[in-house]
């Protein structure tokens, strides 16, 4: 599955880089979005973990969040994350999720 974060002057750090609160909460929201796409719909669910790791700044462009669910089970939906600006083919962070599903 592949999201988009927009650019937003609002969500950069001083400096012009992207924050990485920013980056950690479109790796979380793309992992709902993913486990409820595979499920057919939502579900009540939490994080239970998440680690992200950044490797390089974004400025001024648009992030591509592709979102590949590892493992989808009855109560445990796992999820590797890459965040890549647009138009790089180098990643700016990845992450990795995983939830309880509640419902």
């Keep these: 599955m592949l999201l988009r974060l ?6 950069a750090r001083e400096g012009g880089g992207l ?4 980056l950690m909460a ?5 992992t709902v979005i993913a486990v409820s796409a595979a499920r057919g719909g939502f579900v009540p669910m ?3 973990q998440q680690s992200t790791t950044f490797q390089r700044a974004v400025t001024g462009s ?3 969040i592709e979102v590949f ?3 989808l089970g009855r109560r445990m939906a796992f ?9 790089s083919a180098e990643a ?3 992450a990795s999720t995983v939830y309880a599903l509640l419902g």
């Design 46 to 48: 939490t994080t239970v």
């Design 6 to 11: 927009p650019w937003s002057d609002r969500l």
């Design 19 to 22: 924050s990485g609160q920013a």
């Design 69 to 71: 669910l590892t493992k």
């Design 92 to 94: 700016a962070a990845r």
């Design 26 to 30: 479109a790796a979380d929201t793309a």
């Design 62 to 64: 648009d992030v591509l």
């Design 79 to 87: 999820a590797d994350i890459t965040m890549t600006p647009e138009g």
